[in-house]
Nanobody, 115 residues
């Protein structure tokens, strides 16, 4: 059974940094695009950043220049380095992966940015 498990969330002051990690486990032959999404209270889930298996990245306008997505294909992991955090970045962050043409989600990790 394929699972995605996030870690690295927490409470940080505005201007601070956090690094999220997501590990994929199970019988996995190939992982295509991986990404991070977030959902703030009362809002819809939105894309934060994605990265293809070859390393091409895509970011939401709101995080460009502050967040960096990366992956380690050998370890089946994806990361999100978040710098210059703002209170509006507060949300539950979800890892997402296209694994052998099936779409998987992690359970989410809370990121709270205090002003």
């Amino acid at each position: 059974q394929v699972q995605l498990v996030e870690s690295g969330g927490g409470l940080v002051q505005a201007g601070g940094s956090l690094r999220l990690s997501c590990a994929a486990s199970g019988i996995i032959v190939r992982i295509n695009t991986m990404g991070w999404y977030r959902q703030a209270p009362g809002k819809q889930r939105e894309l934060v950043a994605t990265i293809t298996s070859s390393g091409s990245t895509n970011y939401a306008e709101s995080v460009k220049g502050r967040f960096t997505i990366s992956r380690d294909n050998a370890k089946k992991m994806v990361y999100l380095q978040m710098n210059s955090l703002k209170p509006e970045d507060t949300a539950v962050y979800y890892c997402n992966a296209d694994i052998m043409n099936w779409n998987y989600w992690g359970q989410g990790t809370q990121v709270t940015v205090s002003s």
